[in-house]
């Protein structure tokens, strides 16, 4: 039966439908020749006579472990009960996780460094307004006082230091100012006996020199570019109004030559929504990178370029065209909106474990604002640099309470298919910032990246789980590694007698 969405007027297949109560996330999604069952991280494919008993030992796992149970049995488990006692136990880590999340407490594995809020290009639909000038910076003093501070923590844990350059403005104006900053963290992380790890986020609009220099000083490089020449030119011209695809280009290449590794990242808009699989294309046999990132522009009240909902099922589409286009010159095409590897939850500095110092010396809870007065306007700020002690120091009251405000999962989420693995609107609706409760569950309803996680999520599952269905012989069980952007999945055929009869 096919169903047609009324939010697009597109047809599209049944979505996936939950199997047990909203505490146990799991859903399915059926076709003439199999279902797919699906728990945080992990798709189970079964023959389709053997969805009802699924279904069935799927409940019976939620509520009173019988599931489990039978799949450590003596007597050898059938088909449904391995299934779902794999996906009970997905579910029930999932659930797990999110109670836990914000009750880690913070421990930073990773600096990132918004250096300035300068910027040479003026792109159409910039959410951070960067200054003309150089504006404010970060002190020497803050740098090492809050390098010391996460290189501890990382030595701590037993894992690398990561130092990220990104920023409300571009990165790479002042290489001077970043060698010096660069030194700085190399010998936090030799004092606390850490690998350092180095990554930069930059528009690529600069001199070949420069490019060289980016190439010899960073581990990956995050390149920005929106597409073919008269796309870039349209939506990332420099300040002064002149086009920047052939630097742009001239710095892929130099990275290329370089044999560094980098990835390219595209602002998905309005304009350029139906030509994702172009942009992948050009990218993939021009430039050769490790990735491509197709990323929906932010939501930003200055610019036009902003998605709606009616936009999801073009974006999911479009994105879906690049992903197996791009995958047949062996290169990934990932986005924020869906990582269905991982748990996943709101961008929030403070959930993810980075420690995000902007010019004033401040640590921001919000990748969206680098200046002291946006800080204190969202309710984000998470420490500073102490003029008495010469110390980062932080305030575990506020962390703990901005924790729980981010972490929270909004009302009407509960019975969704991506609750784990998703943003929940984030950066377009801001937890601390609405006055709709803790959640801002109010401000989701009608939101591009509602629908759009969703409908991607959805689009992702079944893709990978076809394929695995697809490559598995008629009489053997077989599991595919997941990446970041796809589930685990687990092939399940008759392999023995017992199979026979679900």
Request: hydrophobic share 40%; proline share 7%; glycine share 8%.
């Amino acid at each position: 039966m096919v169903a047609v969405d009324s939010r697009s007027a597109a047809t599209v297949r049944p979505q996936f439908q939950p199997v047990a109560d909203s505490r146990t996330p799991v859903f399915v999604w059926e076709s003439d020749e199999y279902a797919v069952f699906y728990a945080p991280r992990l798709a189970c494919v079964l023959p389709q006579r053997y969805a009802a008993s699924a279904r069935r030992q799927i409940r019976l796992g939620a509520t009173a472990g019988q599931a489990q149970r039978a799949a450590s049995a003596a007597i050898k488990p059938t088909l449904p009960e391995r299934a779902a006692a794999r996906l009970v136990a997905a579910a029930g880590q999932a659930q797990a996780e999110a109670n836990h999340r914000a009750e880690v407490g913070f421990s930073p594995e990773c600096l990132t460094l918004f250096l300035n809020n300068a910027c040479n290009l003026a792109c159409r639909y910039c959410h951070s307004v960067p200054d003309a000038g150089s504006g404010p910076s970060i002190g020497d003093d803050a740098v090492q006082a809050a390098g010391a501070m996460v290189a501890s923590a990382c030595a701590q844990r037993g894992i690398p230091f990561t130092a990220a350059f990104h920023g409300g403005g571009e990165p790479s104006l002042d290489p001077r100012r970043v060698d010096r900053i660069l030194e700085i963290l190399k010998i936090e992380a030799r004092n606390y006996g850490v690998a350092l790890k180095t990554y930069v986020a930059t528009n690529g609009a600069m001199p070949a020199d420069r490019a060289r220099w980016l190439a010899d000083r960073f581990d990956l490089v995050g390149l920005s570019c929106d597409g073919p020449p008269e796309l870039q030119n349209r939506q990332r011209p420099a300040r002064n109004g002149a086009p920047t695809a052939a630097r742009v280009e001239r710095t892929a290449a130099i990275l290329s030559q370089a044999g560094k590794r980098f990835h390219l990242r595209a602002t998905v808009t309005s304009e350029s929504i139906a030509r994702q699989m172009e942009i992948a294309l050009y990218f993939s046999e021009r430039h050769a990178p490790a990735e491509i990132r197709l990323e929906p522009v932010y939501r930003n009240p200055a610019s036009a370029a902003a998605l709606g909902s009616q936009d999801a099922a073009p974006f999911v589409a479009g994105f879906m065209a690049a992903r197996r286009a791009a995958a047949a010159r062996g290169i990934p095409v990932a986005t924020s909106l869906a990582q269905l590897g991982r748990f996943q939850g709101r961008h929030c500095n403070v959930l993810r474990q980075v420690l995000n110092l902007v010019p004033g010396n401040l640590a921001t809870g919000c990748f969206l604002e680098s200046r002291a007065a946006g800080i204190a306007r969202r309710g984000v700020r998470m420490g500073g640099l102490a003029s008495a002690t010469g110390r980062f120091e932080l305030d575990p009251a506020g962390l703990a309470a901005l924790a729980d405000r981010c972490a929270a999962i909004p009302a009407g989420c509960e019975t969704c298919l991506c609750r784990f693995q998703c943003t929940h609107g984030c950066p377009d609706v801001c937890p601390p910032a609405v006055s709709s409760g803790p959640t801002g569950s109010a401000n989701l309803a009608g939101q591009f990246r509602c629908h759009a996680t969703r409908r991607l999520a959805e689009a992702l599952i079944r893709d990978v789980a076809a394929a695995a269905w697809r490559d598995t012989p008629a009489a053997t069980d077989r599991d595919y590694a997941g990446t970041e952007t796809t589930p685990w999945v687990a092939v399940y055929r008759e392999t023995n007698a017992g199979d026979a009869h679900p």
